[in-house]
């Protein structure tokens, strides 16, 4: 942790986050609260909560709850004053119900969490290219979301529509259907059924195309941008934009923040947990840690497992040796994982001649 140089005791401060206003404390290094205070959730008021904390002594590091969403830009006014910030999670139902809760409890609890050593992770920096590709995919998300309920609705109008207007686009693919169906003339008398229906379906075929080009302009964006933050990773096989894209979003624009491999396998619930009971020794699936990360591997994996003849060897030998699918797809992951977190990281892969000693 970095320190300032400034007269007093070494302090910790904690921050409760909220949408409109931020509450701070302070505690000393035996842990004594020192004092709280509310300020607004403005650059004015990050700058008053820090210079409000450096006034009370040696600003040592600062825990934060929420760096990812209300903390988030309170994290970067610290980081850029040269302040260490440690990410908090916020307490457990049961830890509040034995303490209570309030804002100072809770931002005295995130010092606390700092302090004792039980918070220890650097939030993401949010300050480049891959924030960028982070924003640009919720709004891809929202659109694939949009699309999917279009083409779902669409069937559905479909199977309770007249005789007539499904045998029209009976046997047509998606394309063909959507296509079809956006180019419908439904007429002008809304209260028949078949025009209601005419209607419905032509304004969510457009729907459909306008969420495609929707998609497609944003894919167009977010390539060049993934490519840039992580061209060794676009190279693993397997990995395309989307899943690049989403393991960037999940490692963030510092990933030596994750001090190892092991440390990304846990952030993207990969890691084995022990199920070991008696003479009976196993390891389960992870279900914890970032889902949307555990997916993006699940995906790599699936396509690894159906055209790389290595995995597909490896999945036989593993098969032969007793192995669920279950289990051979958690090693599969979690070799992957090693993989994605060198190239994310710029680690070199260890190998045996690299191993071999000098000389």
């Given at each position: ?5 400034h007269?007093g005791?070494e302090i ?7 949408g409109?206003?931020?509450?701070a404390?302070v ?5 004594r ?6 300020f607004?959730?403005t650059?004015?008021g990050?700058?008053d909560l820090?210079d409000?904390?450096r006034?009370?002594g040696?600003l ?8 990812g969403?209300?903390g988030?830009?309170l994290?970067r006014?610290l980081?850029?004053?040269g302040v ?9 139902r049961k830890?509040?119900r ?9 931002a ?5 969490a700092?302090?004792?050593?039980r918070a220890t ?6 300050d480049?290219?891959v924030?960028?590709?982070r924003v640009?995919?919720v709004a891809?998300?929202s659109a694939?979301?949009a699309?999917?309920?279009?083409m779902?609705q669409?069937?559905n109008?479909l199977?309770?529509a007249p005789a007539m207007?499904?045998e029209?686009?009976a046997g047509?693919?998606r394309t063909?259907?959507?296509r079809?169906l956006a180019r419908?003339?439904?007429g002008g008398?809304?209260s028949r059924?078949?025009t209601?229906?005419?209607a419905?379906?032509?304004r969510?075929a457009?729907?459909h195309q306008?969420?495609?080009?929707e ?6 964006e977010?390539?060049p ?6 061209p060794?990773?676009l190279?693993?096989f397997?990995?395309?934009t ?12 510092n990933p ?5 491999e092991?440390a990304?396998?846990?952030l993207?619930?990969?890691a084995?947990?022990p199920a070991s009971s008696g003479r009976t020794?196993r ?8 889902r949307?990360?555990?997916?993006a591997?699940?995906t790599i994996?699936?396509?690894r497992?159906?055209y790389?003849e290595?995995?597909?060897?490896y999945?036989e030998?593993r098969?032969?040796e ?5 289990d051979?797809?958690?090693?599969l ?5 090693r ?9 070199p ?5 690299n191993?071999?000693?000098a000389?």
């Amino acid at each position: 942790m970095t320190s300032m140089t400034h007269d007093g005791p070494e302090i910790i401060g904690g921050v409760d986050t909220h949408g409109l206003t931020h509450h701070a404390a302070v505690i000393d290094g035996l842990g004594r609260h020192l004092a709280d205070q509310e300020f607004p959730a403005t650059i004015r008021g990050y700058r008053d909560l820090l210079d409000w904390m450096r006034g009370l002594g040696i600003l040592c590091a600062v825990g934060v709850e929420g760096t990812g969403a209300y903390g988030a830009e309170l994290a970067r006014v610290l980081t850029a004053a040269g302040v260490t910030v440690i990410d908090v999670d916020r307490p457990d139902r049961k830890m509040r119900r034995l303490r209570g809760k309030s804002d100072p409890i809770d931002a005295y609890a995130a010092a606390t969490a700092v302090a004792s050593g039980r918070a220890t992770g650097i939030p993401k920096s949010r300050d480049g290219v891959v924030e960028a590709v982070r924003v640009l995919r919720v709004a891809r998300r929202s659109a694939v979301k949009a699309r999917t309920q279009a083409m779902n609705q669409i069937r559905n109008l479909l199977v309770s529509a007249p005789a007539m207007l499904r045998e029209q686009v009976a046997g047509l693919d998606r394309t063909a259907l959507i296509r079809t169906l956006a180019r419908l003339r439904p007429g002008g008398d809304v209260s028949r059924p078949l025009t209601a229906t005419r209607a419905s379906l032509r304004r969510l075929a457009r729907r459909h195309q306008a969420m495609d080009a929707e998609i497609a302009e944003i894919d167009t964006e977010i390539g060049p941008l993934v490519q840039q933050a992580a061209p060794a990773l676009l190279e693993l096989f397997g990995v395309g934009t989307e899943t690049a894209g989403q393991l960037l979003a999940s490692a963030g624009d510092n990933p030596e923040r994750m001090r190892s491999e092991g440390a990304f396998a846990h952030l993207a619930g990969v890691a084995p947990i022990p199920a070991s009971s008696g003479r009976t020794h196993r390891h389960r699936l992870n279900r914890g840690g970032d889902r949307a990360a555990n997916n993006a591997l699940h995906t790599i994996v699936l396509v690894r497992m159906r055209y790389d003849e290595r995995t597909r060897a490896y999945v036989e030998r593993r098969t032969r040796e007793g192995l669920s699918k279950k289990d051979i797809m958690r090693c599969l992951k979690r070799f992957v994982a090693r993989e994605v977190y060198r190239a994310l990281t710029n680690k070199p892969r260890i190998t045996q001649t690299n191993l071999a000693p000098a000389g």
